[in-house]
């Protein structure tokens, strides 16, 4: 059958072991030093070792792969202790993975094993529809605003103007010797960020150029990588920030950046700034 699964880039990979600890399905190994899937029925394809791994040389792709088997996971994992079965019937639920969660928590009722797993893990300002796939960057959400209270009068439509300064933005797309590069200070942000806050242009992007980029589902990351270098080294961009989502996989944007300073002859300023799905700043520093 053809289904989302991950692919690992030996050429990137350290071999640091970090997708490993970070896979409770245990679907990778370290072999000759590589992190190798050793079987397509452990991978629940979920991407949660994306958010792990520091040089950014885990994807999903699409493919030809054996069906996920819940039961092969939970037979496989109960050596490894209530802990780990936990990670893992957690990982499911926040993935929205319920049919799954539900053959995991039969499997352990079958087999007479007791864990401490919440019934009800609900969240404040987000509910949560019906069962999808993928990392938790693309779970499914619904997002409540407050709805005004009470009698208004239409307000007259304020037209804010764009702060973009150049195009095309796909950093895909982008010349890293474009004159509007040379000196700049630039924005690299998530695709999605510019959909999630409202102040995108008037407190992100005014007075930057830009460039956008997704860690997850943009392909040839390397080639990101040498883009930045040139535009350090030889545009000599003057700061860049790295405007990012809470997800796991958008951590990826930031390995590629600390990938290209390390190999700059200059160094360069960063800052990271991270939005929660809501729009609001969680977290804003220099790196």
């Known amino acids: ?135 938790p960057g693309s779970m499914m959400q619904e997002i409540k605003r407050p709805a005004p209270s009470g009698f208004t009068m239409a307000a007259p439509v304020i037209v804010q103007p764009s702060e973009l300064r150049q195009f095309p933005v796909q950093l895909h797309l982008l010349n890293p010797n474009a004159g509007f590069l040379r000196g700049a200070n630039l924005l690299l942000a998530a695709d999605c960020t510019a959909f999630a806050s409202g102040e995108f242009h008037s407190r992100f992007l005014k007075g930057k150029a830009l460039a956008i980029a997704c860690p997850k589902l943009d392909s040839n990351t390397q080639s990101y990588i040498d883009k930045l270098i040139e535009m350090i080294d030889e545009a000599q961009i003057d700061t860049l920030t790295v405007l990012i989502m809470e997800v796991p996989c958008c951590g990826g944007l930031v390995r590629i950046v600390q990938m290209a300073r390390e190999e700059a002859e200059r160094n360069v300023p960063v800052k990271v700034i991270v939005l929660s799905v809501q729009g609001d700043v969680k977290k804003e520093e220099w790196i």
């Open 1 to 135: 059958m053809k289904r989302t699964i991950i692919k690992i880039d030996e050429e990137l990979c350290d071999g640091c072991g970090a997708c490993v600890s970070g896979c409770h399905e245990g679907a990778l190994q370290l072999i000759n030093d590589k992190a190798v899937m050793i079987s397509d029925l452990y991978c629940d394809g979920l991407g949660a070792c994306i958010g792990e791994c520091p040089v950014g040389a885990i994807t999903l792709e699409e493919r030809e792969a054996e069906p996920y088997d819940e039961y092969a996971v939970m037979e496989r994992m109960l050596p490894k202790g209530e802990k780990v079965i936990l990670a893992h019937l957690n990982h499911l639920k926040e993935h929205e993975e319920y049919e799954l969660l539900h053959q995991g928590l039969e499997y352990l009722k079958k087999h007479n094993v007791k864990v401490n797993f919440p019934a009800e893990n609900k969240q404040n300002s987000i509910t949560q529809d019906k069962p999808a796939c993928g990392c």
